[in-house]
């Protein structure tokens, strides 16, 4: 289902098409547009050292029942954050203004970003679209679109284990990267100066800009356990 805000920020929730035969794809009414991927009925998931494949139509032209079509996407940069407002680790990258600053960044460089939420009802970090919609207010946050994963089909494709969790997918539809926003993990991270981690969601867009070979393409996600649906 799809949700606008005053502030004119769309939100919008994540159904897995596996829920779905193709004869009530084609008879479904709203949204308008709806695109198949072979990949999804294959039962495709991506593996941690997945790099270099296709993976991003699954996400992006398949698994969003909106009124977002195919070309908002096309030929763009696209970056995932899995994110959980309520997980400490998040909210000190936030505090500290170092997601933002890489959003920042990504806009700059005409890449989309979308936040996405697989908190499942009643767990740390989900919410409604009010709340969604203050957070990114609140902290001054620049995601595209915030996505909503309820039942965690899309999280547990994509392998997303913590929050946060990051890919990095380029123009062509080909995931680039994929694993934590940078090196600050570990024991010294409540210590650390985020702003001056290596960042590597940073890196692979820089990289990207300049046509250059991803210099990190894999690393270890940290931060909280998503919650996904039991």
């Given at each position: 289902?799809?949700?606008?805000?005053?502030?004119?920020?769309?939100?919008?929730?994540?159904?897995?098409?596996?829920?779905?035969?193709?004869?009530?794809?084609?008879?479904?009414?709203?949204?308008?547009?709806?695109?198949?991927?072979?990949?999804?009925?294959?039962?495709?998931?991506?593996?941690?050292?997945?790099?270099n494949?296709?993976?991003?139509?699954?996400?992006?032209?398949?698994?969003?029942?909106?009124?977002?079509?195919?070309?908002?996407?096309?030929?763009?940069?696209?970056?995932?954050?899995?994110?959980?407002?309520?997980?400490?680790?998040?909210?000190?990258?936030?505090?500290?203004?170092?997601?933002?600053?890489?959003?920042?960044?990504?806009?700059?460089?005409?890449?989309?970003?979308?936040?996405?939420?697989?908190?499942?009802?009643?767990?740390?970090?989900?919410?409604?679209?009010?709340?969604?919609?203050e957070?990114t207010?609140?902290?001054?946050?620049?995601?595209?679109?915030?996505?909503?994963?309820?039942?965690?089909?899309?999280?547990?494709?994509?392998?997303?284990?913590?929050?946060?969790h990051?890919?990095?997918?380029?123009?062509?539809?080909?995931?680039?990267?994929?694993?934590?926003?940078?090196?600050?993990?570990?024991?010294?991270?409540?210590?650390?100066?985020?702003?001056?981690?290596?960042?590597?969601?940073?890196?692979?867009?820089?990289?990207?800009?300049?046509?250059?070979?991803?210099?990190?393409?894999?690393?270890?996600?940290?931060?909280?356990?998503?919650?996904?649906?039991?």
């Amino acid at each position: 289902s799809f949700f606008s805000t005053s502030s004119g920020i769309r939100f919008v929730k994540i159904y897995s098409l596996f829920k779905f035969s193709v004869n009530e794809l084609a008879s479904h009414t709203k949204p308008l547009n709806i695109y198949v991927n072979k990949l999804e009925f294959s039962g495709s998931k991506l593996e941690t050292n997945d790099i270099n494949k296709y993976f991003i139509s699954v996400l992006i032209f398949t698994i969003i029942l909106s009124y977002i079509s195919l070309s908002n996407f096309k030929g763009n940069t696209v970056v995932l954050e899995w994110t959980n407002h309520d997980c400490p680790y998040v909210a000190k990258h936030y505090a500290t203004g170092n997601m933002q600053h890489t959003q920042k960044q990504a806009k700059e460089e005409g890449v989309v970003w979308l936040t996405i939420i697989s908190s499942a009802p009643g767990t740390q970090g989900y919410v409604l679209p009010d709340k969604a919609n203050e957070l990114t207010s609140t902290r001054n946050a620049l995601p595209n679109h915030v996505l909503f994963d309820p039942e965690g089909d899309v999280g547990k494709m994509y392998g997303a284990k913590t929050t946060p969790h990051m890919y990095v997918i380029d123009k062509k539809g080909i995931l680039r990267y994929q694993g934590a926003i940078d090196d600050a993990g570990g024991q010294s991270f409540w210590t650390k100066n985020l702003l001056e981690a290596d960042n590597y969601v940073k890196n692979a867009l820089s990289d990207l800009q300049n046509k250059q070979e991803i210099s990190t393409k894999v690393s270890k996600p940290y931060g909280c356990s998503v919650k996904y649906k039991i």
